[in-house]
């Protein structure tokens, strides 16, 4: 079974910056990935598909790169909304679906 | 506006049987592929299972299949999920969500706000 890992697991970052977050799969997932982010007490938010596709209505601050086994979910000029959790998903060869495990990222 | 409300959570004994639901409004149900997905007190999401259109294809996670059965009925536009011989480690917030599934593209697009199961004695 595929292993999503993310990284790290918790990122410290002052609003107005950038932030790069990490997701790595153990085997080749081609582009086979969706990025979403969950706010305390609320459901997840899809934001990027196909590692790099904006869904809509998401701002154009957050983008998503990668391919093969190398993800990453790019955040910049951070607001004070952004500060959440992260999970990415792979999708590839489904069932099963696998998450990752998250980053938290938070106010600095 | 897609709307998703899920119901049915609450606490169960281990062993015991619990159904949930999912009412589903602003789009066409019928059209879509949806799953559920869960999230233990503090930790990640695991996604549960998926059922298409039709709901004769159905995906379950290993840790429960035989005990766990999704359905949809798409004339009352609701989905559900049937849970059996409930242990403590399917304790969660499990999540209706709709899925986008075309070629080798899939993701949930719209999500509930979930419903809690507590599974204890």
């Known amino acids: 079974e595929i292993v999503m890992t993310q990284s790290p697991a918790t990122l410290s970052v002052s609003p107005g910056e950038s932030a790069t977050l990490s997701c790595r799969a153990s085997?080749?997932?081609?582009?086979?990935l969706a990025w979403y982010q969950q706010k305390p007490g609320q459901a997840p938010r899809l934001l990027i598909y196909?590692?790099?596709t904006r869904a809509t209505g998401i701002p154009a601050r957050f983008s998503g790169s990668g391919s093969g086994t190398e993800f990453t979910l790019a955040i910049s000029s951070l607001q004070s909304e952004d500060f959440a959790v992260y999970y990415c998903?792979?999708?590839?060869?489904?069932?099963?679906?696998?998450f990752g495990q998250g980053t938290r990222l938070e106010i600095k | 506006e897609v709307q998703l409300v899920e119901s049915g959570g609450g606490l169960v004994q281990p062993g015991g049987s619990l159904r949930l639901s999912c009412a589903a409004s602003?789009?066409?149900?019928?059209?879509?592929?949806m799953s559920w997905v869960r999230q233990a007190p503090g930790k990640g999401l695991e996604w549960v299972a998926t059922?298409?259109?039709?709901?004769?294809?159905?995906h379950y996670v290993d840790s429960v299949k035989g005990r766990f059965t999704i359905s949809r009925d798409n004339a009352k536009n609701s989905l559900y999920l049937e849970m059996n011989s409930l242990r403590a480690e399917d304790t969660a917030i499990y999540y209706c969500?709709?899925?986008?599934?075309?070629?080798?593209?899939?993701?949930?697009?719209?999500w509930g706000q979930g419903t809690r199961v507590t599974v204890s004695s």
């Open positions: 969500a709709r899925d986008y599934f075309v070629g080798t593209t899939f993701y949930h697009d719209y």
């Open positions: 602003g789009s066409t149900f019928s059209t879509y592929w």
């Open positions: 059922t298409n259109q039709d709901g004769d294809v159905k």
């Open positions: 085997q080749s997932i081609g582009s086979n």
């Open positions: 196909a590692a790099s």
């Open positions: 998903q792979r999708y590839n060869n489904w069932p099963p679906i696998t």
